[in-house]
């Protein structure tokens, strides 16, 4: 069974990167069918889409963090991570990283995140 | 961005009753609208995709329905397993967006 573990510091000093490894274990990264991705709950917040990467490296990201977010994929490791510069006490948050699958109907692509890991908070303080 | 509204904020219920949870997108999301549940110290759990399709292994009782703007999702004989917060997602765009969820608790 496909699980997802986040790792990184728990604290990070405001102005510098935080930086979270997601490892997947039970399943292969490279896997075409699948994309990963990156989201992060706030606290007193609502969820928040950070980003995605497929196993060919390509990435998307949200442009509210554009700039300051680079996910890559180490597909020897079965691992992405999540780099996030410049960071401020906005970015404290519980993060998750997950699976996207997705069900095709015709032309239409159906995307959802499927496996979720349990998440690590990360608090930003000077 | 597509901004994903949901309502009510919070939710008292019985065990046993129907619930009904929606969801309304800024714009059209035609049917790209996924449901999760997250309980507490828990990861979200996926429920529902498409609008409508129902996950593998999620228990019938949980219902979908929707398209364009306004979506629904229905509990009907709520368990005590099902007390849990409920957000809605749009993936009509890259940037996806969640909406604030809605959070169900036992009355």
């Known amino acids: ?126 | 961005d597509i901004q994903m509204t949901q309502s009510p904020s919070s939710l008292s219920a019985s065990v046993g009753e129907r619930v009904t949870i929606s969801c309304r997108a800024s714009q059209t999301i035609n049917r790209y609208l996924n449901w999760y549940q997250q309980k507490p110290g828990q990861a979200p759990k996926f429920l529902i995709y498409s609008a409508s399709s129902l996950q593998s292994g999620v228990p019938s009782r949980f219902s979908g329905s929707g398209s364009g703007t306004d979506f629904t999702l229905t509990i009907t004989s709520l368990q005590p397993e099902d007390f849990a917060t409920y957000y809605c997602q749009q993936s009509y765009s890259t940037t996806y967006t969640f909406g604030q969820g809605t959070k169900l608790e036992i009355k």
């Open chain 1, 1 to 126: 069974q496909l699980q997802l573990q986040e790792s990184g510091p728990g604290l990070v000093k405001t102005s510098e990167t935080l930086s979270l490894t997601c490892t997947v274990s039970g399943g292969s990264i490279s896997s075409s069918s699948y994309s990963w991705g990156w989201i992060r709950l706030p606290p007193g917040k609502g969820l928040e889409w950070i980003g995605r990467i497929y196993s060919s490296g390509s990435t998307y990201y949200n442009p509210s963090l554009m700039g300051r977010v680079t996910i890559s994929v180490d597909t020897s490791r079965n691992q992405f991570s999540l780099n996030l510069s410049s960071a401020s006490a906005a970015d404290t948050a519980l993060y998750y990283c997950a699976r996207l699958g997705y069900s095709r109907d015709g032309v239409d692509f159906y995307y959802y995140m499927d496996v979720w890991g349990k998440g690590t908070t990360v608090i930003v303080s000077s």
